[in-house]
Each structure stands twice: as structure tokens, then as C-alpha cells.
């Protein structure tokens, strides 16, 4: 029986990798601080249990395809706020962000087309790139230059013939790097000079913690058919298991095309879109608690990191990640480590390695996402785990 | 900017294509009576609600990627009941039927493959296939013929070397064909011989109004490698807003196959999964009075149609469509017409014109599909707007 070439090139979760591990050292009694996963601990407003609370159809009927009304107008009135302004049919609501990548690299990617994509990069990037018969094409960073990568050498080098687009994750997971006005401008230039698509992943806007205002790739009005911004409620409302999110674009011809994917699935979970649209009515207050708390939380791990002796780290901006560079020969070798042969009153941690978010095979090797998603008690007794780990780790390799 | 072949070889809904006149239509105060898309008026069991509302976690986080153990277990549970058993880790919970499909042909396609399926066929299949870089390779049917495809002949008639899989859903739509016992063997024969994966879209399983009993293409002990089932609750509990199916299938490497594709979405939305593995315990006379409902609208509708000359159609067996040859020269046109310029007291009716079912071109053009999703009253005077129409158009033409 055959499986596809794509499928077999794509990969099973790194994020995931250590999870048998995990299980085993909880079987022993162990406890475990996760770090790895991104998965909030914020409460979900409570007015999406409300809106569906009231929802009195005895009928669970199907939506409109390409979203309904409630949640479109939503969004198109979230955006209205941050001073742009995108019509209703340039929002098509999408089961999750993820939805949306997928619905948009099978509508302008064939076989041997590449994607430009700055690593380390979210790896299911990979799958939705890789099914479609498309290539990641990646821009190197360093954790020496926290993982910059918006100048125009860099984005130079990595365009060819074969090039379609170019896609990030802003502010960036697994990097926390958010773009300055300046280096969303010289990307936008890059796709306007060279005809591509620029797709901003910017799922995690609302999480920044410098002097920034919100951007968007959507702001330019010079590059109305390039831009495409991928949006998710996963994370602006901490509502990951609601799977709504949208891919939003002035591109006529390509919205049409994407309409066909909308269309083929006939619709988005009636209830979860309902209950969505009444996420968007929470205030200006919701974003600035939940911005202080994890503000406190990246500098907590920052400040944690910055005292073990040998790891590299810039300060990060943005989204709940950051990306470090360890003082240890493999990270992948350290993470099994920390779970089968150490612990600290029965205390043990887990982190993203690095490998799983690079293309470049060998990149990464010694790197690791921290996801900080944990209470302030909780991070900072995770990363002494960390620190303790890595002294102990040294001691016997 | 570049839209991908694949994408471009995809077309719009057919369902959906007369919406623009329809829209007219009623803005110019005609009823229209809508026989042409498959959502049903039955009350979606309240056990789905109640389910929703008892849920108090504040943190409505990520479901576990393959799905949530309470829906695979009353998924589970409901195949024993028919007599068939699969383990936990044999379901995968998806968006629907529709991401179901759309994973399993990224899975299992490359370009050039080709999927053998009888025509006329839900339309939606060539999307999830072209998008895969697959071909559909159709078997011919006739109206005469009751649209039936399970022959020997047929079926290696339609095989090549590129040939990866057959499909069908089962009872069928568009015709309402359900498989006797005998050709499901049939099938199941030739996809063992052949190494074929054997897909079973059988959404519509309860749908049934013979003495045949309750049939899978998973009751086979011959060929767990080649069965996939695909599943979902929209039709078998009218909850299609809830957007849950599943795939199902013994394959293990397949399963490790399609679960990066679940890894890479993350997971199913988890309110849904609730309420959706409620709906599971429903009794059987929640089904039997559906069918006994729909057994009922299937005899009138045939009956109508056998009362209008020239029209050809067999007496379908499932599923809640049937599909029909009409004496009109363009089943599209006539579509057209009623809207435009036809009226009965102001009434009007649509179906799904033919030509969209099919991939063999100029096929279907004279046919129609019905969805008998409407009450008895209503769907007696639908059927005679088009005795009607046919009548008058015919006069006109």
C-alpha cells in the first residue's frame, strides 16, 4: 500500500518527541514543569461560554463557507481599531490558523515552488509546505543576533527563480522576535520588488513587551495583492481549543482560489464561530492584563537565563517563546537526560529542542524554545530546574 | 502573483452556483423551495447542547492531536454495536468528513495517481484529490441502470497502473445507491488483488430503506491494510454545524501517515468533541424514526417523479437524495429558468443540476440531483413545481 512521497517527507511533532519519556517519569512520581508546549494558562473570557449558553437553534446547521457575518464583522471591527480597514469578503474565517496555511500554500504552491521562511521557524510550517509539494527555502539566523533576519542581504540570498513567497511568524514563535516598522517595510519591499507573497503569521500580535505599536503586514496599501496575514482567536483570547481562526487578504484572484478550499469543507464549526465573534467584544483591559502578566514572565525567564554561565540569549519582544542557546553538546541528549536520570525533590522540566525548528540539518543542535506559559512561581522554580540540570548534566557527560 | 495549478484545476461549488438567481428570485418575492443542498431540517438531539453546557473548564485549551478519548471511545463503542471492532488508536477524530478526505489524500496521492470513483459523485472529492496532485478516474453509470457501479468488469475497466485507490460513498450521493453485501465483496475483492486502498465514505450509513442491514467496507477480515472508513456526525445526528468525523482504518502505517498531518492542525475543536461523543448515546429509535421520516419522503419523491413522462429514475435506496434523467434539453438552463422566469403562485424550486457530478464531460447534462431534506407538505408541492416547470419550459423551449 502506497503512502504519498509529501506525507512520508513530512515529520511527526518535535514538540511531541519526548512525550513517552514524559509519561514514564510521571509513572515514577515525578514532576514534570512543562515549558515545551504553547499552551496558555490565561483563562478564555467567559463570553464565549455565554454566546453559546444562548444559542437556541434546535438545528446545528451547517455555516456560510467562507465564514459567518457575526465572526467576519468581528474581525473586520477588530482591525477597523488598529486603523486598517479590510472589506468583509477579505476576511475568510478558517478551522484554526492552521487551516488557513494549509488552504493558502496548496493555492499557490505546485511541486519545486519555494517559500522563503527565516529559521528556527514553527515546525508545522513544514507539513503544510511539504503537502503541497512546495519547499522551505530558510533564511539563517544566529542566537548571537537573537535570531534576527528582516535585512535585505538576507532575504537577497535566499530568493530564486523558483521563489513564491515569504512567510513569518511575527511576533515569532519559537524566537519571540518581533519586527521593527522599518524591517516589515524592507520585507514588504522585498515581495513588491519580486512579485511574491508576503504571509505574516501574526497570530500572536497583541504579545509584545517594548515600546511597539500592533503592526501588521496588512498596513501597507502598496502591496495590497501581496500581503496575506494568517489569524487565529487560539491565542488573543487563550482560546486554542476553539480552532478559529482566518486568513485575510485583498487578493481578489487569490481569494477566489481559496474560496474552493472554503467551499470543498463546506464550513467552520457553527458554534465555535458564534462564540468567537463574542470573544472580540472584550476590552482594551483584557489585552493589557494579559500583555503585564506575561511581560513579567519573559523577563523572569530572561533574567534566569542570563545567570547561567555559557547560554546565549538576546532579549526577546514578543509572542510567549524565547530561544536559547545551552552550554550543553545536544539539547535532544540533555531533554531525554532530564527526564530519566535527573531530578530535584522529584522535580524535573521540559523545552522544545532546537533541532526540530531548522531546515539546515545540524542547526540547532544545542538550542531550545521556552514556552512561558507558566505562573510566576511556577517559571522561576522551572528554570532553577533548568540551571541545576545543565550544571549536573556537564558534571557527568 | 502565482495561483498554483492545483488550485486552478479546482472548481467552485456546483451546489452553489444558482445562488446569485436565487437571491433575485427572492428579492422579487418568490418562495423558493430548496431541494438542491444535502442539510437537514431534523432537531439535532438536544443531548449535544447539554453536553456543551456542562462544560466548566475556564481554560478551553488544545484536544490531544488524533483526538479526544471520550469521542474515540463512544465512536468505539458504536462500531461494536455493529458488530465491528477497532482500537482506539484505529480512529482518528477530524474537522468533518471533509478534513478526513482532504488528509487522507495527501497521504496516500502523488501526482498522476489516480483514484477510481463511480460517477456521478459528491463533487467535493475532486477537490480534495486535485489538491493532492491526484486524478479521478470515473466509472460510467447510467440512470437507466439505477446508477449502480459494483461490477467486476467496471471496476478493472477503470484500473491502470497509476490506480491507488477506489471511492465511494456509500449509500451514495448523489444517487442513493446502497452497495448490496454481494458488491461490496465485489469491491473489497478487487482492491485486495489489486493492493488498492478501499475508501468508504459512508457519512449517510443509517440512511437506509430496504431490509439491508447496517453494511461497512470495515466488516472485512480480508483487508484491514486497504479499508478507510470515513465517518462524521452531520447527517447520522443532523449536527453538521459541528463539523466532527473521523477516519478510520486498520492500516498502521497509514494511521502514523495521516496522524502528522493531525499533529500538524493540532487538534479538532474540543467543545465539539464533547458534545459530539453525547450524541452517541442516542438510542435506536432516535434512528428509526429518522429513517421511518426520510423512508417517507423518499416514496414521495419517487412517486412524483415516476407521474412526470420522461423522466427516468430507479427507486434509490439511501442516503437522502436520489438522482433523476428530466425530459429538458439542460438540466442547467432549466435551473435558470425557474428561478428567472417561472412561478407558480409565486413559488419556485431548486435542485442540483447533473452536469457538476460528473467528470466525464458533456455527462449528466439532462439530470438532477434532489435532496429531500423538506417536510412532507412541502416537498409534495416541490415536487410538483417541477411536474410543472418541466410542463411549462418544455411549452417555451
Same mark, same amino acid.
Given at each position: 500500500?502506497?503512502?504519498?512521497?509529501?506525507?512520508?517527507?513530512?515529520?511527526?511533532?518535535?514538540?511531541?518527541?519526548?512525550?513517552?519519556?514524559?509519561?514514564?517519569?510521571?509513572?515514577?512520581?515525578?514532576?514534570?514543569?512543562?515549558?515545551? &508546549? !504553547?499552551? #496558555?494558562?490565561?483563562?478564555?473570557?467567559?463570553?464565549?461560554?455565554?454566546?453559546?449558553?444562548?444559542?437556541?437553534?434546535?438545528?446545528?446547521?451547517?455555516?456560510?463557507?467562507?465564514?459567518?457575518?457575526?465572526?467576519?464583522?468581528?474581525?473586520?471591527?477588530?482591525?477597523?481599531?488598529? !486603523?486598517?480597514?479590510?472589506?468583509?469578503?477579505?476576511?475568510?474565517?478558517?478551522? !484554526? !490558523?492552521?487551516?488557513?496555511?494549509?488552504?493558502?500554500?496548496?493555492? &499557490?504552491?505546485?511541486?519545486?515552488?519555494?517559500?522563503?521562511?527565516?529559521? #528556527?521557524?514553527?515546525?508545522?510550517?513544514?507539513?503544510?509546505?511539504?503537502?503541497?509539494?512546495?519547499?522551505?527555502?530558510?533564511?539563517?539566523?544566529?542566537?548571537?543576533?537573537?535570531?534576527?533576519?528582516?535585512?535585505?542581504?538576507?532575504?537577497?540570498?535566499?530568493?530564486?527563480?523558483?521563489?513564491?513567497?515569504?512567510?513569518?511568524?511575527?511576533?515569532?514563535?519559537?524566537?519571540?522576535?518581533?519586527?521593527?516598522?522599518?524591517?516589515?517595510?524592507?520585507?514588504?519591499?522585498?515581495?513588491?520588488?519580486?512579485?511574491?507573497?508576503?504571509?505574516?503569521?501574526?497570530?500572536?500580535?497583541?504579545?509584545?513587551?517594548?515600546?511597539?505599536?500592533?503592526?501588521?503586514?496588512?498596513?501597507?496599501?502598496?502591496?495590497?495583492?501581496?500581503?496575506? &496575514?494568517?489569524?487565529?482567536?487560539?491565542?488573543?483570547?487563550?482560546?486554542?481549543?476553539?480552532?478559529?481562526?482566518?486568513?485575510?487578504?485583498?487578493?481578489?484572484?487569490?481569494?477566489?482560489?481559496?474560496? $474552493?478550499?472554503?467551499?470543498?469543507?463546506?464550513?467552520?464549526?457553527?458554534?465555535?464561530?458564534?462564540?468567537?465573534?463574542?470573544?472580540?467584544?472584550?476590552?482594551?483591559?483584557?489585552?493589557?492584563?494579559?500583555?503585564?502578566?506575561?511581560?513579567?514572565?519573559?523577563?523572569?525567564?530572561?533574567?534566569?537565563?542570563?545567570?547561567?554561565?555559557?547560554?546565549?540569549?538576546?532579549?526577546?519582544?514578543?509572542?510567549?517563546?524565547?530561544?536559547?542557546?545551552?552550554?550543553?553538546?545536544?539539547?535532544?541528549?540533555?531533554?531525554?537526560?532530564?527526564?530519566?536520570?535527573?531530578?530535584?525533590?522529584?522535580?524535573?522540566?521540559?523545552?522544545?529542542?532546537?533541532?526540530?525548528?531548522?531546515?539546515?540539518?545540524? $542547526?540547532?543542535?544545542?538550542?531550545?524554545? &521556552?514556552?512561558?506559559?507558566?505562573?510566576?512561581?511556577?517559571?522561576?522554580?522551572?528554570?532553577?530546574?533548568?540551571?541545576?540540570?545543565?550544571?549536573?548534566?556537564?558534571?557527568?557527560?
Amino acid at each position: 500500500m502506497k503512502i504519498s512521497q509529501k506525507a512520508l517527507e513530512c515529520n511527526l511533532s518535535p514538540m511531541r518527541k519526548f512525550h513517552p519519556y514524559a509519561v514514564e517519569a510521571e509513572n515514577k512520581g515525578k514532576t514534570i514543569y512543562h515549558l515545551n &508546549i !504553547g499552551q #496558555p494558562d490565561i483563562e478564555t473570557p467567559p463570553n464565549y461560554y455565554y454566546a453559546i449558553h444562548n444559542f437556541d437553534n434546535p438545528v446545528l446547521a451547517y455555516a456560510a463557507s467562507p465564514g459567518m457575518p457575526v465572526l467576519i464583522q468581528a474581525i473586520q471591527h477588530y482591525y477597523d481599531k488598529l !486603523g486598517i480597514h479590510f472589506e468583509e469578503d477579505e476576511i475568510l474565517i478558517t478551522t !484554526g !490558523g492552521s487551516e488557513a496555511l494549509q488552504m493558502l500554500m496548496l493555492s &499557490i504552491l505546485d511541486p519545486g515552488d519555494e517559500v522563503i521562511i527565516p529559521e #528556527p521557524f514553527y515546525p508545522n510550517y513544514n507539513t503544510f509546505v511539504k503537502s503541497a509539494g512546495g519547499v522551505i527555502h530558510p533564511i539563517p539566523t544566529t542566537p548571537e543576533g537573537g535570531y534576527r533576519y528582516a535585512f535585505r542581504k538576507k532575504l537577497e540570498d535566499a530568493y530564486n527563480e523558483h521563489t513564491r513567497a515569504i512567510m513569518f511568524t511575527n511576533p515569532g514563535n519559537p524566537t519571540g522576535v518581533v519586527l521593527t516598522p522599518k524591517e516589515l517595510r524592507t520585507i514588504a519591499d522585498f515581495a513588491k520588488e519580486h512579485d511574491l507573497y508576503v504571509i505574516g503569521d501574526e497570530v500572536y500580535r497583541e504579545f509584545i513587551y517594548g515600546a511597539e505599536d500592533l503592526a501588521t503586514i496588512g498596513q501597507f496599501d502598496d502591496i495590497h495583492d501581496n500581503a496575506v &496575514i494568517i489569524d487565529s482567536v487560539s491565542k488573543r483570547f487563550s482560546a486554542c481549543g476553539a480552532r478559529i481562526g482566518a486568513i485575510i487578504t485583498r487578493n481578489k484572484e487569490l481569494r477566489q482560489n481559496l474560496l $474552493k478550499f472554503c467551499q470543498a469543507r463546506l464550513s467552520v464549526a457553527t458554534l465555535d464561530q458564534i462564540a468567537s465573534a463574542a470573544l472580540y467584544k472584550v476590552g482594551p483591559e483584557y489585552f493589557d492584563a494579559v500583555r503585564k502578566e506575561y511581560k513579567l514572565r519573559r523577563d523572569t525567564c530572561y533574567k534566569k537565563l542570563l545567570e547561567i554561565p555559557g547560554v546565549v540569549v538576546k532579549e526577546p519582544q514578543g509572542a510567549f517563546y524565547m530561544m536559547a542557546a545551552l552550554p550543553v553538546d545536544n539539547a535532544d541528549t540533555f531533554q531525554k537526560w532530564l527526564l530519566t536520570d535527573f531530578d530535584d525533590n522529584g522535580d524535573t522540566v521540559m523545552f522544545a529542542p532546537g533541532e526540530g525548528f531548522y531546515a539546515t540539518p545540524g $542547526k540547532g543542535l544545542n538550542e531550545i524554545r &521556552i514556552a512561558y506559559v507558566l505562573k510566576q512561581d511556577k517559571l522561576e522554580r522551572a528554570m532553577d530546574l533548568l540551571a541545576l540540570g545543565i550544571k549536573k548534566y556537564n558534571e557527568t557527560h
